[in-house]
T-cell receptor
């Protein structure tokens, strides 16, 4: 069965510090992985997907099949990055399996 | 282009009652997925509708049922409500085609259901 694990429920860093949000997955097939973000009082929205290999708002995530990880990284955190972050795995038919989320707080 | 909308915003019910939640998909999207998000948890997949047919179901009992209409809007019905059904219910729309491209899911703001 597929599973997504985000080991940290809370993560707090100072502005300008690097940040890494961890995500590990288990899936027997070839995974399609995503990071979703939910800012305060806003709806859940896609941040980035591994197939795009893009950087959004300074965030990047690399799929490591050997370690079954898809960690989200940003070299210099900003206060506006404070939000809830969810790692998600997509099965066939556009069905998402989410992790439990990491609440990131960037302190001034 | 309008985004995904859900109604109502909040709802309070008592155990044993039935509830219907509604979702209007984003313009041009023919697929709607429903998720349950309990407090402190990530969203959990309930089921998906594609062109008015159920297209996959998560680990939820049959008292969770749904519909999709010709305009691709959708309803989630929950019968015999239990206290554990208290959660945020999210609707997401997408437009998967016959190709291998993974299409983004766009989420609505959710309906907060409280069961007393």
């Amino acid at each position: 069965a597929q599973r997504v694990t985000q080991p940290e429920k809370l993560l707090s860093v100072f502005k300008g510090a690097p940040v890494e949000l961890k995500c590990n997955y288990s899936y027997s097939g070839s995974p399609e992985l995503f990071w979703y973000v939910q800012y305060s009082r806003q709806r859940l929205q896609l941040l980035l997907r591994h197939i795009s290999r893009e950087s959004i708002k300074g965030f990047t995530a690399d799929l490591n099949k050997g370690e079954t990880s898809f960690h989200l990284k940003k070299p210099f955190a900003q206060e506006e990055d404070s939000a809830m972050y969810y790692c998600a795995l997509m099965r066939s038919g556009s069905r998402l399996t989410f992790g439990e989320g990491t609440q990131l707080t960037v302190n001034p | 282009e309008t985004g995904v909308t859900q109604s109502p915003t909040h709802l309070i019910k008592t155990r044993g009652q039935q509830v219907t939640l509604r979702c209007s998909s984003q313009s041009g999207h023919n697929t709607v997925s429903w998720y349950q998000q309990a407090l402190g948890q990530g969203p959990q997949f309930i089921f998906q509708y594609y062109r008015e047919e159920e297209n996959g179901r998560g680990n939820f009992p049959p008292r969770f049922s749904g519909l999709q209409f010709p305009n691709y809007s959708s309803e989630l019905n929950v019968n015999a409500l239990e206290l554990d059904d208290s959660a945020l219910y999210l609707c997401a729309s997408s437009s998967p085609g016959g190709d291998r491209v993974i299409h983004e899911q766009f989420f609505g703001p959710g309906t907060r259901l409280t069961v007393l």
